[in-house]
Nanobody, 115 residues
Framework: QVQLVESGGGLVQAGDSLRLSCAAS????????LGWYRQAPGKQRELVAD???????DYADSVKGRFTISGDNTKNTLYLQMNSLKPEDTGLYYC?????????WGKGTLVTVSS
C-alpha cells in the first residue's frame, strides 16, 4: 500500500509560479513511477509529468519548458515546480504512483490560474 498526500495548490495569476508537493508513505520502496496528473472542469484527467525510479522524466507537451518534476528521497516527497502558469493550467492536480502493478492516487490539490 502507498499513501499520497498533495499540497501546495492555490489561486494565482497568469505568469506566476507554484510548487506542488506530494508526500508518499507506506511501501514506497516498491514504487516504479511517480507522477502528476490534472483534471480541468469538464475534461478528462491527463498526465502532466512523471518520473521513473531511475530518474527519467516525461512531460506533457503543454507544460514542457515551464514545469519541472523532481523528488527528494530523504523526505519521500515528489514536487512539481510550475512556472509561467497559464489559465489553461487550472485544474485539480493529483499525485500518482505505480507500484507492483497497482495504481495509487492522492486526493488532489486545486490550482486556479486567473487571467
Amino acid at each position: 500500500q502507498v499513501q499520497l498526500v498533495e499540497s501546495g495548490g492555490g489561486l494565482v495569476q497568469a505568469g506566476d509560479s507554484l510548487r506542488l508537493s506530494c508526500a508518499a508513505s507506506g511501501s514506497i520502496f516498491s514504487i516504479n513511477v511517480l507522477g502528476w496528473y490534472r483534471q480541468a472542469p469538464g475534461k478528462q484527467r491527463e498526465l502532466v509529468a512523471d518520473i521513473t525510479s531511475d530518474g527519467g522524466a516525461d512531460y506533457a507537451d503543454s507544460v514542457k519548458g515551464r514545469f519541472t518534476i523532481s523528488g527528494d528521497n530523504t523526505k519521500n516527497t515528489l514536487y512539481l515546480q510550475m512556472n509561467s502558469l497559464k489559465p489553461e493550467d487550472t485544474g485539480l492536480y493529483y499525485c500518482h504512483a505505480w507500484s507492483d502493478g497497482l495504481d495509487y492516487w492522492g486526493k488532489g490539490t486545486l490550482v486556479t490560474v486567473s487571467s
